[in-house]
């Protein structure tokens, strides 16, 4: 919708209403009126361009996710290798055979992390390399809100005890485990040797 200009007649109008109306407020000195500003133009919006899609070619993949956080699984993939570069091959492949097993599901946390820490030390003594340990992939919550709430509290919490002091000392590698062996419900711990 265009603005309007006024008449001559209404801006004469408008001139005698403004002598004989009383200022609000009479202490305040009357300004100069400002001047009037040019209309404002509009921004076009930029216009996005489609590219031509031929029948048998594929879709554009959809964009990704924004999460703040990346996922246990990710952080830990992320890691910098420190075991040898053929062994870790073979172990995320699932072809390296875990030399013990230890199952945490059904337990809480305040018995699974002494359960975690007497079977890691153990099987360091033992002079075992890799050991599975199952930690299952948690129970979907009912909790909507704003804050989310991971899945698996033992899922989360195994890889941080296996960084932190007692076992930081005997755990040289974490990763999330093959599907033949448990797959995002695992991880394997390759541990470091006794000297």
Same mark, same amino acid.
């Given at each position: 919708?265009?603005?309007r ?5 209404e801006?004469?109008? /408008?001139?005698?209403?403004a ?12 300004a100069?009126? =400002? ?5 404002p ?13 031929d029948? $048998?070619?594929?879709?554009?993949p959809k ?11 990710e952080?830990?993939?992320?890691n910098?290798?420190?075991?040898d ?12 055979? =875990? ?27 033992? $002079?075992k ?6 930690t299952?992939? $948690? ?10 709430? =991971? ?7 195994? =890889?941080? /005890? ?22 995002? $419900?695992?991880?394997y ?7």
């Amino acid at each position: 919708m265009t603005r309007r200009k006024l008449t001559s007649d209404e801006i004469e109008l /408008w001139r005698k209403v403004a002598k004989q109306a009383e200022r609000l407020h009479a202490e305040i000195p009357q300004a100069v009126h =400002p001047t009037i500003l040019p209309k404002p133009k509009p921004a076009k919006a930029p216009k996005t361009r489609v590219d031509a899609f031929d029948l $048998g070619s594929s879709a554009q993949p959809k964009p990704t996710r924004n999460n703040l956080k990346p996922t246990i699984t990710e952080g830990l993939r992320a890691n910098p290798v420190q075991m040898d570069a053929r062994a870790f091959g073979r172990m995320k492949r699932g072809k390296l055979k =875990p030399e013990g097993k230890l199952d945490l599901h059904g337990m809480r946390m305040n018995a699974a992390h002494p359960a975690l820490v007497r079977f890691i030390l153990t099987a360091q003594a033992q $002079g075992k390399r890799l050991v599975l340990v199952i930690t299952g992939k $948690g129970k979907d919550r009912d909790e909507p809100g704003p804050i989310p709430t =991971p899945r698996g509290v033992l899922r989360n919490q195994v =890889p941080h /005890w296996l960084s932190i002091p007692p076992l930081a000392q005997a755990v040289l590698q974490v990763m999330p485990a093959h599907i033949s062996h448990g797959g995002d $419900g695992a991880y394997y711990v390759y541990l470091r040797r006794v000297r």
